[in-house]
């Protein structure tokens, strides 16, 4: 098997292997971010923040993920990716483009550990021929895939000029059953960015203008006992941009939420919280497999200082990536009977908002576009 035809095989084993981990202790809670989540909008983020973290042993795996939605209605998403379970890793870069027609191109591919590097002054990390640089106020990101047999060559240079500083939602990382139990922990190193740059699909090249994100998380939790459900969404306009995550944890830890919402304008971070509310609804079932995921998602902030509602619209299915479907037949057939793994559906969504904030004497109603995510474990 080809190095590029593995590894969504090997993260899909990956994570069954974790599924099959997560019904082992009695639940003791879950332990949000550290210090709760707030702006700190005087902070940012320093360069020790931005490093690959040594892996602790055990299970352990980190994720740096670019994204961007562009003015064309495109969007493209980039993830460089290391996992580790006891003896055995994989460290593997994941690029996926969908164009404003909604036809997808992706390609992956793993690479050895020689070919993987970090620079601390200024930040550059590399993996094979791919690599991210930069510090604040600019970042670069750069991928290049030949092509495999049924995936198109792929090449993309992307500039993100940051409008706002890097963020995190807390001080430290949220513990599953006990306070110094199993970790997961994000910063934000791209909350908002305008981008540009160059794409080539298949030798097809097209010049790219938007904006961005990117976030870089790391964890020693089994993902599929860290997450039942999870929403995400990244939504800019010319003079807003409104991002949340919310993970809803397992059975085993009551469903608790681990969860953040990040609200800016121009070049400032003007609130975050963990006090929101959601309701989703106008589920659809994904084509293939029959999966439902909601097309409509209104949420709202209610607190003294920031009053928010969004009502969230998809308006155009990008697809989704099941974990089972990379196991081999003789495989899922048995891994489907007794392990979970997660279904990532995604979406370009538009969101109509209202925000009123007293302090900074807003009272503002626009509309945002970008990509909407929905994951639940199966």
Known sequence: ??????????????????????ADKADKGVYN???GVATRADKGLTKEELKPMESPGGFFSWTYTFMCYLDDKSSMMIQFTYWKLYIKEERGLYFAFS?????????????PAEAMSYQDDPPYFKMGPNYWK????????????????????????????LRTPGWRPGEGPVHYGAPDGPWY???????????????????????????GYSDHNTQSVFPTEQLSKLYALRSFSDEYSINFLDYIATEKHSYERSTWILVMKGDEILYATDKWQYEPSSFQAEERRGYQFPTVFNFKIDEPECRLTGELRGVKYIGA?????????????????????PVFTRQNAEVDY?????????????????????????
């Open 134 to 161: 930069g510090y604040y106020p600019e970042f670069d990101v750069h991928v290049d895939f030949e092509a495999d047999e049924d995936r198109p060559a792929m090449k993309g240079d992307i500039h993100f000029n």
């Open 354 to 378: 209202h925000l009123v904030m007293p302090g900074k004497g807003i009272n503002e109603k626009f509309t945002a576009e970008g990509v909407f995510e929905a994951t639940f474990v199966k």
């Open 185 to 211: 922990d994000l910063i934000v190193m791209i909350p908002w960015a305008d981008v540009e740059g160059t794409v080539v699909i298949g030798g097809k090249e097209r010049k790219i203008k938007g904006w």
């Open 1 to 22: 098997m080809k190095r590029k035809r593995a590894f969504l095989f090997l993260l899909a084993l990956h994570l069954l292997v974790c599924g099959v981990a997560r």
């Open 99 to 111: 164009d404003a027609d909604g036809n997808l191109s992706y390609n992956q591919s793993l690479y």
């Open 33 to 35: 971010f550290k210090g």
């Open 321 to 341: 990536i099941d974990a089972m479907d990379n196991l081999p037949g003789f495989i899922r057939a048995v891994a489907e009977k007794f392990v979970s793994a």
